[in-house]
Nanobody, 122 residues
Framework: QVRLVESGGGLVQAGGSLRLSCAAS????????MGWFRQAPGKEREFVAT????????YYADSVKGRFTISRDNAKNTVYLQMNSLKPEDTAVYYC???????????????WGPGTQVTVSA
């Protein structure tokens, strides 16, 4: 079975940093673009960042550009999201997902992790 498991979430003060990890198994990790999405209570799931299969191309939502960095280690079957200068509005459940193409919408993402909570206090 395909599994994506996020980790690294938690409580952090505004202005602080967190690094999220997503460990993948059951799929050819290096054949998939990977993405991070987030969802706050009562809101739609929104795009955060995505990275190409080799890690050579990245794309970010305007709301996180310059603060977040997505990266991957194909040897470890893991994708990361480094989050700096965190703001209270970044509070959400963060999900990693696997797609056959780089995309800012959810449709092309075939596999999803269960999510990890990120809470940023003011």
């Amino acid at each position: 079975q395909v599994r994506l498991v996020e980790s690294g979430g938690g409580l952090v003060q505004a202005g602080g940093s967190l690094r999220l990890s997503c460990a993948a198994s059951g799929l050819t990790f290096s054949s998939y673009a990977m993405g991070w999405f987030r969802q706050a209570p009562g809101k739609e799931r929104e795009f955060v960042a995505t990275i190409s299969v080799s890690g050579g191309s990245t794309y970010y939502a305007d709301s996180v550009k310059g603060r977040f960095t997505i990266s991957r280690d194909n040897a470890k079957n893991t994708v990361y999201l480094q989050m700096n200068s965190l703001k209270p509005e970044d509070t959400a459940v963060y999900y990693c997902a696997a797609s056959t193409s780089l995309s800012v919408i959810t449709t092309p993402y075939k596999y999803w992790g269960p999510g990890t909570q990120v809470t940023v206090s003011a």
